[in-house]
């Protein structure tokens, strides 16, 4: 990590020692503070240099040239938080500070890159057939259905990556070769993939007696027919915090009765309830499991993970859900794949 305290200075140091500091750094950047370490303002490279354009001389105390409103975060907040506001706000240095704006850290984009690199494995579940997809997937793997500019399963693996998450093992199996060939090993897209290949149907948890090695760390595993702007370091820490031995996310799902729904009791009519909406939660395909669950798993055998969590749940073991309020589309059907390029701009570009 940089030495962030060799880049704070006080409003009276002048251009031409900001210059100094700055050069010695390396890093483009200075923070102005007062002598409490609150925060006053930033200096880049390119503020001194309209500073010096508008005929400033060198001996002119920085705080003519810093940037008296510069984007910082609070301490409190989570880590992840501060990575997705870079990210976002397309930074390359990010000032901490307490509730007294008082510094605590400095943030550097490509330090907090190198920092998130997570040593948790994602498993994608791209072996379906996608019947309910024909013709579309007649010769194409579902997952590998273009949506916007680049097949599902891209979308997904970028949206991991982009959270810092680069070990991926791709479950395939009904044309395996298209997928094999578009992927290869990961290293065009900067991250490690690897295959798990089925030789019959095994549903999305039985794959995972396949699996050379046991993961160490808890893992994902998702259905590679997914789009979803899910925060999976969210996930992540709620699987920590919690404990869990495997957490399931989930979805609300609403559905409209188009009758009036009657309650009797024997021959007596008891009320009429016109259209009622009816909320349940659903599983939306998207999985963190502890490296012990993997024991409950049958050895080359269908089974599907609904029936791991029943076996789980059985067994007494701390089963969590994770309540989904991002966007999320399960492409199943022709008219979700419509849906997902009709989105496909306003959430992923």
């Not at 003519?64 to 506001?85: A, D, I, L, W």
């Not at 059985?314 to 794949?337: K, Q, T």
Request: with cysteine.
């Amino acid at each position: 990590m940089k030495k962030w305290k060799e880049i704070l200075i006080l409003p009276k140091t002048t251009i031409i020692q900001t210059m100094d500091i700055i050069n010695r750094s390396s890093l483009q950047f200075a923070v102005v503070i007062n002598e409490n370490m609150q925060l006053l303002g930033t200096v880049t490279d390119g503020d001194i240099r309209r500073g010096l354009l508008k005929g400033m001389p060198l001996d002119t105390p920085i705080q003519k040239v810093m940037n008296e409103s510069p984007v910082y975060e609070t301490s409190e907040k989570e880590p992840f938080y501060f990575k997705e506001s870079m990210r976002k706000r397309n930074l390359k240095q990010l000032p901490i500070v307490n509730r007294e704006k008082q510094i605590q850290d400095i943030l550097f984009a490509e330090d907090v890159a190198k920092a998130l690199q997570k040593e948790n494995t994602v498993i994608l579940m791209a072996g379906g057939l996608g019947t309910r997809l024909r013709p579309l997937t007649d010769n194409f793997p579902k997952p590998m259905l273009k949506v916007g500019d680049k097949p599902i399963i891209e979308t997904i693996i970028d949206s991991f990556k982009g959270s810092g998450f680069t070990n991926f093992i791709l479950s395939v199996n009904y044309k395996k070769e298209i997928i094999k060939d578009y992927f290869q090993d990961g290293s065009l897209l900067g991250v490690n993939i690897s295959y798990i290949e089925e030789t019959k149907r095994l549903g999305t948890a039985g794959a995972l007696s396949l699996l050379d090695e046991k993961p160490t760390h808890p893992f994902f595993v998702m259905n590679g027919d997914l789009l979803t702007k899910i925060n999976y370091d969210q996930l992540l820490h709620f699987h920590n915090e919690t404990n869990s031995m495997a957490t399931m996310c989930v979805r609300e799902y609403e559905y409209q009765i188009p009758y009036g729904v009657i309650e009797i009791d024997n021959n007596r009519l008891l009320s009429i309830e016109e259209k009622p909406v009816h909320k349940s939660f659903v599983n939306a395909g998207i999985y963190l499991l502890s490296p012990d669950v993997l024991k409950f798993v049958p050895e080359n055998e269908f089974y599907d993970m609904p029936q791991l969590f029943r076996m789980l749940m059985n067994n007494g073991e701390n089963v969590s859900a994770f309540p989904l309020r991002e966007y999320w589309l399960d492409i199943g059907r022709l008219d979700d794949y419509e849906k997902a390029n009709g989105e496909f701009k306003e959430f992923f570009l």
